[in-house]
DNA sequence: CCACGCAATTTTGTATACCAGAACGTCATT
DNA sequence: AATGACGTTCTGGTATACAAAATTGCGTGG
């Protein structure tokens, strides 16, 4: 019928996207048979498409329960938020070390897009500007692995991490946060710019509280999972 | 035939387990036929299982030329060095902060355990006391999503870190490290502990080419990738 | 009217069959 | 003798068919 190779790869990039831009959300089923003719192709790349997310933490599949969209628990999400901020103060001191100017410049016309939209309506084009953002400090730390890594916890707190922005004020405090961890890299001041970054990543205190507020139901697990 | 449920499931922990020990070594290629036969199920759970494994970058799959146990560049064993190390180093740090005092109680046995180990002949026994150590303090950082991160990260490194065990006083020297981060996490000293484990574990100046020196071939992959 | 149990349906897990692409070897040509 | 093209064979990718388990709905009994 089609005359691909590897069509599982495909379904994996498709599914991700859905669920990172949230029109998949947590606690979504999916079951094989509808995405197998969904997307036209049989039920055996699909399941591997499946394994292959579940691997990376993006679904969770239950032995004969089948396979949702991974929804985690309070403690997890806090967990999360707490690597998530580590990693990116790494990627930021790195980068603070290593990125070279040109990339710098980039980093700064991507922080002015930010800034361009810190006033805007709807809070999903600040979001698609700051993941630049923070992409473009990803890959300053020069160290791909560690941007892999990056990207993928960055991924699964996607569903999460989008709700942050639609909190009143917190776009331009986030926009704030953007210009002095900008500074720090530029002025290769790694220590500051780690610091920085981790506060800037970090949900703690009252935002914590916050967070939970607006995350729906559903996007988070009853304690007994 | 079988009557079990689940057959890939367990095919990814024998497998896991015969790369993380070694008996399988970057390089190998895990043909599906002969794996089907070995353990007496059909492609299609073995497919799965590599699938599985690939998402977690134990194995890498070509598209139309199989699996093998993944190798890596020197590019990447630097990189991944170095977030093993700050992987560790917030353990210890978050450990320093949160392990109860009966886990240290248990840290300081695991501990003494490596001692009595230091001078034996094979390096190995040594090196499944010292991944109890490590894993310890990953328990310690009350972290359950940092911990498994980081044994993914760790289980990755298994076959190039056991190499580094086998150089001459690196055993004695490791040791010694061990004593030191264990009394920066007993005092409660979280910025100590983090830099002390971050060092112990990271591959700098000389040990990079120390360690370069005596990985096998094969598990290195040449620059052309 | 509610609860418990059984059966049917739905859905996952496994096996097998089929197809396509890549590697390797052979033969012919220069 | 060397090199390139063609074909065979082996291996991986996909589809389909079959089996087992879980959920759901219905019926019966209390």
Redesign the interface.
Known sequence: MSQN??L??DLVQKLERDIVTGVLKPGDKLDERSLSERFGVSR?PV??AL??????GLVATM??RGTIVASITVA?LI??F??MA?LEA?CARLAARRMPRVDIENLIALSEECNGLKDHADADAYYEANVRFHEAIYAGCR????ER?TKN?RNRLAPYRRLQLHRPGRVKKSNNEHADILSAISNGEAETAGKLMQQHVAVQGESLNDLLAIVPRGYLEPLAS
């Open positions: 190779g590897k599982a790869t055996t399941r591997e394994q292959t997310l579940a691997g990376s032995p004969r997890e967990e999360m707490e690597v580590e790494m160290n791909s692995f560690l890594q916890v």
